[in-house]
């Protein structure tokens, strides 16, 4: 049996992963590397990408850069959350606000201390990334759509950094960008509604507070239906393998999603929207090994 002690400590340690997101960003390094292996540079030999040290470095960097956002993120709207995620709130509150800024701070040195190793160039961008994170936490947010689309930029450049790191300029890497970009300012917008409450108590003005209900609506929609067309595009006209039946699945949720989006009234409607878009850009990360389901063993030898 564990001592009293020993639970606290682990309560603490299991709070201060609940403020990571650690299951996010597990999820952005794979979604890194699966993106590395078979779309950033499908001919390169599959030890030499999975044993590249410098992308290793560079996936590393990225995930306590996220980290230490999500810390930044939970310090600065620790108030909101009582009101809009009062359960997790509880949870994430045994970790005190001095230990989160510590973190925060630490994860950062660390990111760029990782990124010196690749280049200079990393660690001016993983700087900048750093500061339009913090940016966006401490002001940006609360400014209404300028927020949103600092949010989704900042949730696909991970990516954007792995994709210089290989100088793959193809056409369609650009399009998956998009459809990716689109489905997060998406839940963006969702995310808006869904925290509507706790918007107004702290006085955030985002689209739903300034404009209704019904205008956000016909955002979120004009945005689920532009997602269509790379959806599309990347089945009719570019090679993505058998990845084509995960976007043809994922038309099917839009068209779903946007039908259930105008039956939405309440928080839990908004919460199962929210939930059919994490869906999707999940599924997509695991899909891209429908690209060539054979390319891992052909590359092994």
């Not at 759509?145 to 990516?159: D, E, H």
């Not at 532009?226 to 043809?248: C, K, Q, R």
């Amino acid at each position: 049996m564990l001592s009293r002690k020993n639970k606290l400590l682990l309560l603490k340690l299991l709070s201060l992963f609940s403020i990571v997101r650690g299951y996010n960003v597990l999820m952005i390094v794979l979604a890194q590397y699966l993106a590395a292996i078979y779309i950033m540079a499908p001919d390169l030999p599959l030890r030499e990408v999975v044993f590249d040290l410098r992308l290793f470095v560079l996936v590393l960097a990225s995930a306590l850069v996220i980290a230490a956002g999500y810390i930044i993120n939970s310090f600065y709207d620790s108030e909101k959350d009582l009101i809009n995620k009062p359960r997790k709130s509880m949870l994430d509150r045994l970790v005190s606000q001095q230990t989160k800024l510590s973190t925060y701070f630490i994860l950062n040195f660390l990111s760029v201390l990782f990124a010196s190793y690749v280049s200079f160039k990393a660690v001016l961008f993983f700087a900048a990334y750093i500061f339009g994170i913090w940016l966006y936490s401490h002001k940006l947010k609360r400014l209404p759509l300028l927020g949103n689309l600092v949010s989704a930029t900042l949730a696909i450049t991970p990516f954007f950094a792995v994709f210089v790191y290989y100088r793959n300029f193809e056409t369609v890497i650009f399009v998956h960008a998009i459809f990716l970009f689109l489905l997060i300012l998406s839940r963006e917008f969702i995310k808006d509604m869904e925290n509507i409450a706790g918007d107004i108590a702290l006085n955030y003005k985002t689209i739903p507070i300034l404009f209704g209900t019904k205008y956000s609506k016909i955002s979120i929609t004009l945005l689920a239906g532009l997602s269509l067309l790379p959806a599309f595009l990347l089945i009719e006209i570019f090679d993505v393998g058998y990845m084509y039946l995960y976007f043809i699945l994922a038309m099917a949720l839009l068209i779903i999603f946007i039908f259930l989006l105008w039956r939405a009234s309440t928080k839990k409607d908004y919460v199962w929207l929210h939930n059919i878009l994490k869906f999707i850009i999940i599924a997509g990360v695991f899909s891209i090994l429908l690209i060539d389901v054979d390319l891992v063993l052909n590359r092994i030898l």
